[in-house]
Structure formats: structure tokens, C-alpha cells
Nanobody, 127 residues
Framework: QLQLVESGGGLVQPGGSLRLSCAASGSTLDYYVIGWFRQAPGKARESVSCISTSGTVTNAADSVKGRFTISRDKAKNTIYLQMNSLKPEDTAVYYC????????????????????WGQGTQVTVSL
């Protein structure tokens, strides 16, 4: 069974950077759409970014445009979220998620569209 494990979160000062990793096991990610989501306390889970099976990227959150970059390393079966110029409002638990999709440029931005989830990693941006 596909398993996803996030890592790389932690405490960072405003303006700093973090790179989150999502390591997959049990199945290759070649035929999955991958999304990064975040959830702050008391708020709904929101899509941050998505990458299709063909590599097309969709950034669902306007607030991260130009600051966050999703990427994949096929050899390592790992997805990354590079987070730059971090702001306090970026504080949240960040999750990676995967949904089967054979091919194409489609991305999905609703949490309910993803059956596979990691455990999440806490990102705290604070002085």
C-alpha cells in the first residue's frame, strides 16, 4: 500500500526557508497526482500546490505564489515543497497527498479528491 511520510518542518523565522519532503513507499508515484496541503488551527485544510503525472504544476493558494515550489524526484520517489520568504501566516501543519491518475496534466485541489495522505509536518514561522 502507498505510504507517504512528510519531513522537514520546524520553527523558522519570518523570511526564512524550509524544504519539505514527502517520501513515498509501497508504490511508484509515476501514476499519481501529488498535492501539498496545509491546515492551520481552526481552519479548513487548503491546497497549496499540486503536480500532475506529466509534471504540470498548479498553485491553488495565491498567497504562496512566487514563494513555494513543488517538485518531484522520480529516482527517489519523493516530492518536495520548497518554501521561501516564509511568513507567520504560513504556520500550519503541512501534508502531502496522492491520488491515482494514469497520465495527463490534471491536478486536484480538493482534499476529498485524495485517498492517500501523509501524517503531516508542523511548520511554525515566528520570531
Amino acid at each position: 500500500q502507498l505510504q507517504l511520510v512528510e519531513s522537514g518542518g520546524g520553527l523558522v523565522q519570518p523570511g526564512g526557508s524550509l524544504r519539505l519532503s514527502c517520501a513515498a513507499s509501497g508504490s511508484t508515484l509515476d501514476y499519481y497526482v501529488i498535492g501539498w496541503f496545509r491546515q492551520a488551527p481552526g481552519k479548513a485544510r487548503e491546497s497549496v500546490s499540486c503536480i500532475s503525472t506529466s509534471g504540470t504544476v498548479t498553485n491553488a493558494a495565491d498567497s504562496v505564489k512566487g514563494r513555494f515550489t513543488i517538485s518531484r524526484d522520480k529516482a527517489k520517489n519523493t516530492i518536495y515543497l520548497q518554501m521561501n520568504s516564509l511568513k507567520p501566516e504560513d504556520t500550519a501543519v503541512y501534508y502531502c497527498a496522492a491520488t491515482p491518475h494514469y497520465s495527463g496534466s490534471a491536478c486536484f485541489v480538493l482534499a476529498d479528491q485524495y485517498p492517500h495522505w501523509g501524517q503531516g509536518t508542523q511548520v511554525t514561522v515566528s520570531l
